[in-house]
Structure formats: C-alpha cells, structure tokens
T-cell receptor, first 116, second 113 residues
C-alpha cells in the first residue's frame, strides 16, 4: 500500500537557519504530494502541494519539488522564523485509491522548534 | 479559521462507553473525511463521505461508525471504547470531485480512562 516516510524529529533550529525536512513516498499510482502544517492546538493546514513530476510547490517561503526519480518531496526554507515552529506532515493522495476519493496518507510528522 | 467545526473539543469517558463526535464542514463542501491522530500510529484515515454516501473506508474499526446527514454535517460514533482509542480525532472537508484540498477542523481530543 501507499506510505510516506519523513525524517524523525524533533528538529531545533536557530532563527534564520536553513530548514530541510526529508520526505519519501511509496505509491502504486501517480500521486499528488502535499505538505501540511499543524500549529499547537490547531488542525492541519495545507502548506503547499505538487501534482506532477518536477512541479515545485511554494508558500510562505517554503518550497518542495516533486522528484519522481527519487520518489521524494523534501521541504525547504531558506530562513526560518520563530513563528514557523509547528509540526510538519508530508502526505500523498493517490487518485487510484478509489473513484472520487482523495484520502491522504500521512507521514508521522516532524516537530520543528525555532529558537530566537 | 478553516471553517470546519468540530464538537466537542474535549471528551473524557470510561472504557466500554459510547461517544459521538460531530463535524460541520465548510459551507458548500460535500466531502467529509475522518482521521485519527495518535502518538504511535500517527494520522490514520478512517472514512470518507460524499454528499451523504460512504465513499471510502480506511483503517476504521468495526466498533466505529459514521454517517453524513442531509445538511452535510457528519457524526463519528465510537462504541465499546478501549484505552487505545484515546486520540485526537480530526474531521476534514473538501468540495469533492477532483478538488484535493482538505480543510481540517481543530479536532476532538478523546480520553478513555
């Protein structure tokens, strides 16, 4: 079945440091890929997405590129802020999982703490 | 604010009991998804409804059931509760069809004692 593997956390960075969170996936079809973010006490919010190979999703300074050859979708940000402290989830949606169904398969999440 | 409302925010109950979690999707969204988030299993897809009908089923136990009503709100029923059912239960909604963007509620924290 489909699966998503992302780097274990927690990750602690100083403000303005470079961030990379690795994510690789296994899917039977040709999935769409997502990064969701969960701030303390809140639900998940879509951060960015990519739907085909070599697509780059970007939002709020975060970027991730869909790499089909390495089945990866690593999240990067050039300069993190304290406000980026949250849990980040990589996810995939396989359109072949069922007609009209786009349930997401999530990684286990990576907790990021940014210190001033 | 995602526009998805879940009630209650917290629920404390005992083993063997039955509870109902409620979700109101964003206005106009036809699809509702239920997810369970626990420390050991992470985020697990439970079930999806689209316009009142079950569309997909994931790792949902037989003790759990859900439905979506004509006004599109959804309820997740958990019965014969066990300690291991303690988790954060999220509801998400989307427009349905080919729209893959899910909007998540802030969850119901269930504690089974």
């Amino acid at each position: 079945g489909d699966s998503v593997t992302q780097m274990e956390g927690p990750v602690t960075l100083s403000e303005e440091a470079f961030l990379t969170i690795n994510c690789t996936y296994t899917a039977t079809g040709y999935p769409s890929l997502f990064w969701y973010v969960q701030y303390p006490g809140e639900g998940l919010q879509l951060l960015l997405k990519a739907t085909k190979a070599d697509d780059k999703g970007s939002n709020k300074g975060f970027e991730a590129t869909y790499r089909k050859e390495t089945t990866s979708f690593h999240l990067e940000k050039g300069s993190v802020q304290v406000s980026d402290s949250a849990v980040y989830f990589c996810a995939l949606s396989d359109p072949y999982s069922g007609a009209g169904s786009y349930q997401l398969t999530f990684g286990k999440g990576t907790k990021l703490s940014v210190i001033p | 604010d995602s526009g998805v409302t879940q009630t209650p925010k917290h629920l404390i109950t005992a083993t063997g009991q039955r509870v109902t979690l409620r979700c109101s999707p964003r206005s106009g969204d036809l699809s509702v998804y239920w997810y369970q988030q626990s420390l050991d299993q992470g985020l697990q897809f439970l079930i999806q409804y689209y316009n009142g009908e079950e569309r997909a089923k994931g790792n949902i136990l037989e003790r759990f059931s859900a439905q979506q009503f004509p006004d599109l709100h959804s309820e997740l029923n958990l019965s014969s509760l066990e300690l291991g059912d303690s988790a954060l239960y999220f509801c998400a909604s989307s427009r349905g069809g080919a729209d893959e963007k899910l909007f998540f509620g802030s969850g119901t924290q269930l504690s089974v004692l």
